[in-house]
């Protein structure tokens, strides 16, 4: 293999095509290859992999799951026994103990919770460039993790998670990547297409009005949605907790894809106990939706609703809501 060979493996929102494009724009040649995933879907991603003729592996914008972590960590042991070197650069909330465990293993981990994960690359990522542009990276951090964030500083923060939706193909990423990796903030190509996206997202609301379920548990106001094929989880997490005041807003898809948003409430401790993760405002996991659920789910879709309900209680009850109410 050539020197400097390496592989990308990175989410699949725009935190993850950001973390790519700017690792890729620091390393300035690109990777043989750049593999997309959602955390509970790495260790597929691994073993897909195997052990390629590269000099590094390179993770970003994955969150350790505790459900799949034992074989996350076979296929690490693996990759490092080989002499390929292994980054990983996160965001999310790890354990102390699962990021010493990938340290003993010879993994250079950088976890830093102050940014998003492109924010993490800019911070800790090798620089082998040979020129570049500090306005860029700074511009291009601000505005991928005002969205990514749920804070909204900066101007670009909507239009970035626009421009990278869950439903997007991978093609549409790798081509966003592309073009962010040459140091390019924006293109007149991304402006036309946030422009057809909002008209459909006003659409979009309009049926979101009458498509969600309201639930108090415990004395806290759940609203819980179905995701959208037009408008990002966040978006409709915004629209839904703003319409309702609902302490937590939960977007269900029809696979089961959780998405947790709150400014009250910790709801990383209600992803985690549905073996998932995140922030502590902005959260996920994946569902294994029951068949009998899966099926009704055909005809009607507040079937998934009521299960993501059904959930969250559980998960509630367990913690203790005192427990993650947020000062």
């Known amino acids: 293999m050539s020197g400097g060979d390496y592989i990308v493996v990175t989410?699949?929102?725009?935190?993850?095509?950001?973390?790519?494009?700017?690792?890729?724009?620091?390393?300035e040649t690109p990777p043989k290859r750049i593999v997309f995933s959602e955390?509970?879907?790495?260790?597929?991603?691994?073993?897909?992999?195997?052990?390629?003729?590269?000099?590094?592996?390179?993770?970003?914008d994955l969150g350790m799951n505790p459900r799949i972590m034992d074989r996350i960590i076979r296929y690490i042991e693996k990759i490092s026994s080989s002499g390929i070197a292994i980054e990983w650069y996160d965001h999310h909330v790890w354990d102390n103990e699962w990021i010493e465990t990938l340290?003993?293993?010879?993994?250079?981990?950088?976890?830093?919770?102050?940014?998003?994960?492109?924010?993490?690359?800019?911070?800790?990522?090798?620089?082998?460039?040979?020129?570049?542009?500090?306005s860029f990276i700074e511009e291009f951090v601000a505005g991928v993790c005002a969205g990514d964030l749920w804070r909204f500083d900066h101007w670009r923060g909507p239009w970035y998670l626009r421009l990278v939706r869950r439903r997007d193909s991978h093609r549409w990423r790798l081509h966003v990547i592309e073009v962010l990796s040459r140091?390019?903030?924006?293109?007149?190509?991304?402006?036309?297409?946030?422009?057809?996206?909002?008209?459909?997202?006003?659409?979009?609301?309009?049926?979101?009005?009458?498509?969600?379920?309201i639930r108090e548990i415990n004395g806290v106001r759940v609203t819980i949605a179905p995701s959208s094929d037009s408008v990002d989880n966040s978006?409709?997490?915004?629209?839904?907790?703003?319409?309702?005041?609902?302490?937590?807003?939960?977007?269900?898809?029809?696979?089961?894809?959780?998405?947790?948003?709150?400014?009250?409430?910790?709801?990383?401790?209600?992803?985690?106990?549905?073996?998932?993760?995140?922030?502590?405002?902005?959260?996920?996991?994946?569902?294994?939706?029951?068949?009998?659920?899966?099926?009704?789910?055909?005809?009607?879709?507040?079937?998934?609703?009521?299960?993501?309900?059904?959930?969250?209680?559980?998960?509630?009850?367990e913690i203790g809501i005192d427990n993650i109410r947020l000062t």
């Open 183 to 213: 140091g390019v903030l924006w293109s007149d190509e991304f402006t036309d297409v946030i422009v057809r996206r909002l008209e459909k997202e006003l659409l979009e609301f309009k049926r979101l009005s009458n498509s969600y379920i």
């Open 235 to 317: 978006f409709v997490a915004a629209y839904i907790m703003g319409r309702t005041d609902a302490d937590i807003a939960a977007i269900i898809s029809r696979d089961g894809k959780l998405s947790l948003r709150s400014r009250r409430i910790n709801v990383r401790e209600i992803a985690k106990r549905l073996g998932g993760g995140g922030h502590v405002r902005a959260a996920g996991a994946k569902l294994k939706l029951p068949l009998i659920t899966r099926l009704k789910a055909l005809f009607n879709q507040y079937s998934v609703l009521e299960y993501a309900s059904k959930k969250i209680y559980e998960s509630l009850l």
């Open 39 to 60: 955390p509970y879907t790495l260790d597929k991603a691994l073993n897909k992999i195997g052990i390629p003729s590269v000099d590094k592996i390179a993770i970003m």
């Open 103 to 134: 340290r003993k293993l010879g993994v250079k981990a950088f976890i830093d919770r102050s940014t998003c994960a492109t924010g993490v690359i800019a911070k800790y990522a090798p620089r082998k460039r040979s020129v570049i542009d500090e």
């Open 11 to 27: 989410h699949t929102d725009i935190d993850g095509v950001g973390s790519a494009s700017l690792y890729i724009y620091l390393q």
